[in-house]
Structure formats: structure tokens, C-alpha cells
């Protein structure tokens, strides 16, 4: 992430209170309240947490991709393109030529399930050609050379032949491989990832973290990586951000979150690696509870329910707590964090 020392030239991605809410049946869903955080220009910013706690939509919100009943209500998301002045995502008007510039030869996603991103109808060359004379002027004969290099680059065999099939003649390897080609195939200054490992065995999962890690040291992408997996963060990582009930609870340098983890969720995730839990344990420990309702968060620091360290009467209290500078580069929503940092706990 950067920081305040850092040369205005490095930031690429300036997310600032961002909120993202749903309105259904039961009330509104705060799926992403008030998150913020930065990216420099070629790094890769890991954003974690359970299933529900709003990494997704953040992502999708980035590239204004959120569907009704969902609606962007706050904040703001700016890219830095090289040379130029920022970009106000949130600003520009849906479905203008600016907007299009932003998804695709800006910014660019690999969606969680490559099945659903690609269509079954057509042809993977139709599809990553379609993507490049969307965004560059170049004929269908340059587009088709193109296709083809980007599906050597992320290491795809017979190119050639696989331009002329359809996704559900290739292996789940494969049509991934093909989203990772269709994303970068305009050279994109971010890239987003949304659980690109997800549906993968093991084997194919550490083949394309390898390929993402390579493509970004070869193309100079920048990375937001969406990830529940802790383990994957520690490999491929710069910086890292919590999440936890939409809102942003740890943000720092991942080792130094790996290290002096300072939320105790950010502990509690941890904790439940089997790298780390092994050696103490023969039964992985767990985070006790459950995630609340989004329509109905409890008072204070919506994680206070579940947390051992939870003081009454302070912890549940008020509005949740702030975000706020904890070390250089390391920034915390507890207000026990440093209490429970000179006790040792958190550490």
C-alpha cells in the first residue's frame, strides 16, 4: 500500500470510504462500509476474510460491476493512469467510451468461476479478439496474433488449436488459464482477481499463482488479489487488507500482519493455518460464532460477539470502531490493540 512517503508517481489505485449496499426483503446490506485502502503501481494488495465479508463486491465495485438491487452509495475509487490526471471511477457516466476505457485496458478482472465468464457459444479465439478491438485499433488479423501470444504467454498448449474451441472442450486449468489471457491480452495497469484459485486442485492452484507472479513481473501489473486463503497471500503478497463485516479491521505489509497480527481476527484467521496450529494442536483451532447478519450488525466492533479479548461495556458500544495508525504502515480497527499488544496476545 501506499504511503505517505511515498511518490504520488507509485499510486496506481486510491480506494477512500467506499460503501456498497443491497436493498432486500429483510433491510439494507451494508456489504462494504466505509473500506479504504491503496495499491502502488506493479504491487500486489491481498484483500482476506470469510466468505460474506465483502471482498467481492469491493472488487466488483472497483470496476463498477455491481448489479441491482446493489448500489454504490459512498466513497470514492480512483486510478492513476501513467501521465495523466486521475481517474474518478464513480464519477464517469454508465456506459460511456470512459468507462470502457477503465474495464478492460485499465483495469481488468479474473472473475472466481471461468465457466460463467466465458461464453459457451463462441469460440475462446472470438472471445479474447473480441476483447482486443474493443480497446485497441487494431484489425482482426493483428487481434488474432495477439490471442495467440497471450495464450503461449500464460502457457496454454497447441495455441492454435485451442483458439478454434469452445470452453467446455477445455480442463478447468485450461478455461482459466484462457480468463487470465483474456484479462491481460490489453496490458492492463491492474489487474483484479477475484478467488482465481478457487476451483482448482492444489497442484493446478501453486501452477497459476506461479503464472499471475510471472505475467506481473514481465507485464508490470499491478495486482488486487481477493483471496479467503491466508496461505496464498503469504506467497504472493506485498500488502494486505482484513476484512471483516464490510469494513476494513487490519491493513499493513503482509509480513508484518503474518508476523504481529494486531486484530484479533486477523489472529484468528491465522491461527487456523495448519502451518502454524500444527505443532500445538492435533484440531485446527477455529473463530468461535458466526458472522452476523449484515441487516442487523451488533453495536461497537461488529466482531466483539466472537472475540476472546472483548471488553463489555467497551467493546460493544458506539459506532465500530476507526481504522487508525497503529505502527508505520500497519493501521488497526481494535481498541485494544495496543493493550493487547503489550500484553502479548496479539503478537
Known sequence: ?????????????????????????????RAVDGASFTLRRGGTLAVVGESGCGKSVTAYSILRLVQPPGRITGGSIRIHPTGE???????????????????????AMIFQEPQAALSPVHTIGN???????????????QAQARALEML????????????????????????????????????????????PTTALDVTLQAQ?????????????????????????????ADDVVVMYCGRVVE??????????????YTRGLL????????????????????????????RGCPFHPRCPHAQPGRCDQGEPPPLRPLAEGHRVACLRAEELAAEGIAT
Open 251 to 264: 491493513s499493513a505489509p503482509v509480513r508484518e500482519v503474518m508476523k504481529r497480527p494486531r486484530h484479533p
Open 1 to 29: 500500500m501506499a504511503e505517505p512517503g511515498d511518490s504520488p508517481a507509485d499510486l496506481l489505485l486510491e480506494v477512500s470510504e467506499l460503501r456498497t449496499t443491497f436493498a432486500t426483503e429483510e433491510g439494507v446490506v
Open 127 to 141: 472471445q479474447i479478439c473480441e476483447a482486443i478491438l474493443l480497446h485497441q485499433p487494431v484489425t482482426r488479423r
Open 85 to 107: 490526471p486521475p481517474i474518478d471511477v464513480l464519477a464517469l457516466p454508465a456506459g460511456s467510451p470512459e468507462l470502457y476505457r477503465v474495464r478492460g485496458e485499465l483495469a
Open 208 to 236: 497459476i499463482l506461479r503464472l499471475l507472479k510471472s505475467l506481473q513481473a514481465s507485464l508490470g501489473t499491478a495486482i488486487l488479489l481477493i483471496t479467503h486463503d491466508l496461505a496464498v497471500v503469504a506467497q504472493t
Open 271 to 298: 491461527m487456523s493455518l495448519p502451518a502454524l496450529a500444527g505443532a500445538r494442536s492435533r484440531r485446527l483451532p477455529s473463530i468461535a460464532g458466526s458472522v452476523p447478519s449484515l441487516t442487523d450488525l451488533p
Open 152 to 195: 503461449e504467454k500464460v502457457g496454454i498448449p497447441q495455441p492454435e488449436a485451442r483458439l478454434k474451441q469452445y470452453p467446455h472442450e477445455l480442463s478447468g486449468g485450461m478455461r482459466q488459464r484462457v480468463v487470465i489471457a483474456m484479462a491481460l491480452v490489453c496490458n492492463p495497469m491492474l489487474l483484479i482477481a477475484d478467488e
